[in-house]
Nanobody
Framework: VQLQASGGGLVQAGESLRLPCAASGRTFSIFKMGWFRQAPGKEREFVAAMLWSGGSTYYADSVKGRFTISGDNAKNTVYLQMNNLKPEDTAVYYC?????????????WGQGTLVTVSS
């Protein structure tokens, strides 16, 4: 499975941004997709995830109510809609995927896309 994230950029606080992540290859093996982020000088942290079959979604407390993860199976794409962005959301955002045979292991990673939120 290959993942290609895009959509990052520079926005002001309070604005919105949507990050798409396109999956290719053995997409039928995907069980779960998610987003992580890494701010300068900090460790990578979980942001959101969803079951690829639909239904369950999961969020970090820091983004609940502001970020929404969704997927389009026909396009093999997962989205992260980010509203009311804050300067502390500034980070490189990575999409990731778990396969069915290892449902708790984030085995596949995209290259990351930079989101910068100015105050």
């Amino acid at each position: 499975v290959q993942l290609q994230a895009s959509g990052g950029g520079l926005v002001q606080a309070g604005e919105s941004l949507r990050l798409p992540c396109a999956a290719s290859g053995r997409t039928f093996s995907i069980f779960k997709m998610g987003w992580f982020r890494q701010a300068p000088g900090k460790e990578r942290e979980f942001v959101a995830a969803m079951l690829w079959s639909g239904g369950s979604t999961y969020y970090a407390d820091s983004v609940k109510g502001r970020f929404t993860i969704s997927g389009d199976n026909a396009k093999n794409t997962v989205y992260l809609q980010m509203n009311n962005l804050k300067p502390e959301d500034t980070a490189v955002y990575y999409c990731a995927a778990c396969k069915r045979s290892r449902p708790s292991s984030w085995d596949y990673w995209g290259q990351g896309t930079l989101v910068t939120v100015s105050s």
